[in-house]
């Protein structure tokens, strides 16, 4: 009997902590949607969506992925006239804002700016690479890689158009190379690094519902030189794809600017 008790103390005591660690969640979610709407200068109703959509995926918060699936639930629920508020006030409030990224962002329907933080350049998230806590060393090693890899895709090309190289080489070379790419892109990762963005790209993959054929295109856009580069990517996705997109990058540039004060 004594042990039967003993038990249901165990049992209690560890439910009435679980309950107590997610209630505690939910209120920093709360707090943090609080700070978002009003960074985004929303409305009552408009910041209560954005609330209770940031509370139901509060779990992913610290496993990545949390802002894509927050973006597709708003993208799903708001009308048109909701999802105009994300638009209405800057994403940064000053030119020197210790949070601001480098280059151009503008709003919903503004060119390749707005694609510019959320979707994968060669292979990472420009976003990501703030998140990811990248040291300087893994950031200079990264640039190193990429132009590499840029330039080596391009002579690929260009072989392909001089007519020294088959199609179907030119495409298998071009696969060996991605995957080369890949690989090393991974070891220059912590563990938990590794995890974080695979974490992060899973859920854009899954929220989103890319194609085979829509990866590729993705992969190999983000491979052209120059900014223009970006601006094919609205020609790849479909119009609601591109809006969890749009809000998904609106979303994670806020929270970054509020983490960056």
């Not at 954005?50 to 699936?69: K, S």
Request: proline share 4%; aromatic share 10%; with cysteine.
């Amino acid at each position: 009997m004594r042990k039967i008790k003993k038990n249901r103390f165990l049992i209690g005591l560890v439910l009435a902590v679980s309950l107590s660690t997610t209630a505690q969640a939910q209120v920093d979610v709360r707090t943090r949607a609080s700070q978002m709407a009003d960074r985004l200068q929303l409305s009552e109703a408009t910041a209560r969506a954005l609330q209770e959509a940031m509370e139901r995926h509060a779990g992913r918060f610290d496993r990545g992925g949390f802002f894509w699936y927050v973006a597709a639930d708003l993208a799903r629920q708001l009308s048109d006239a909701q999802k105009a508020e994300f638009w209405q006030a800057p994403l940064y409030r000053n030119r020197n804002h210790p949070g601001r990224p480098r280059g151009r962002f503008w709003g919903k329907g503004h060119g390749w700016g707005q694609w510019h933080g959320a979707m994968p350049c060669a292979g990472m998230p420009i976003g990501m690479r703030d998140w990811l806590n990248l040291s300087e060393a893994q950031r200079d090693s990264l640039a190193v890689l990429a132009r590499r890899h840029r330039d080596a895709m391009r002579q690929l090309e260009q072989q392909w158009r001089a007519g020294t190289l088959s199609a179907q080489a030119f495409w298998q070379q071009q696969q060996t190379l991605r995957t080369q790419y890949q690989t090393r892109l991974q070891q220059l990762l912590t563990p938990e690094q590794r995890q974080q963005l695979a974490a992060e790209r899973q859920a854009m993959l899954e929220v989103l519902r890319l194609t085979p054929e829509q990866q590729q295109q993705l992969a190999a856009q983000a491979l052209q030189p120059g900014p223009f580069r970006w601006a094919g990517w609205s020609l790849i996705l479909t119009p609601e794809q591109q809006e969890i997109v749009q809000l998904y990058h609106r979303l994670w540039r806020t929270w970054q600017g509020i983490r960056a004060q």
